[in-house]
């Protein structure tokens, strides 16, 4: 009989001892799937889609001065700062064009109403900026 209570203790020590070292190994499993989650580029965003006018474009029409609907606490000259060059754009008749530059941004002008599609990414240094998916002119 001790040795059948022995054997049922050795039994239930070695059940214990595996209980937490598997607790252990899935929180740590879990830790680097979130580790992984979080600092890999991977994955798709949806993109915001604001409209605004154009308050400014650069000479070679590459950046634009982008002052969004609605905005309150911007003067009305002053917009935000947005690359343009090599991405998609759609024209006014929904004709959707890769590269070039859209008709309704010509180099040195202003007043344009169009509407951006901006996506939020993290940076390498560790903060965000936005980056323009297309443009639309309307």
């Known amino acids: 009989m001790s040795t059948a209570r022995s054997a049922v203790s050795l039994l239930s020590r070695q059940v214990c001892l595996r209980i937490p070292l598997l607790a252990g190994m899935i929180v740590l499993a879990g830790f680097i799937g979130a580790v992984l989650v979080y600092f890999l580029p991977y994955g798709s965003k949806t993109p915001t889609l604001e409209r605004g006018t154009v308050v400014g474009v650069t000479a070679d029409a590459s ?3 982008f002052h969004p609907d609605g ?3 911007l003067p009305r000259d002053e917009g935000h700062g947005y690359v343009v060059s090599d991405v998609e754009w759609i024209d006014r008749e929904g004709q959707r064009h890769s590269g070039g530059t859209p008709p309704c941004i010509k ?5 344009q109403h169009v509407e951006l599609a901006t996506v939020r990414v993290r940076t390498e240094s560790g903060g965000y900026s936005t980056v323009v998916a297309w443009v639309q002119c309307l």
């Open 107 to 111: 180099p040195g002008t202003q007043g």
């Open 63 to 65: 950046q634009i001065a």
């Open 71 to 73: 905005a309150t606490g």
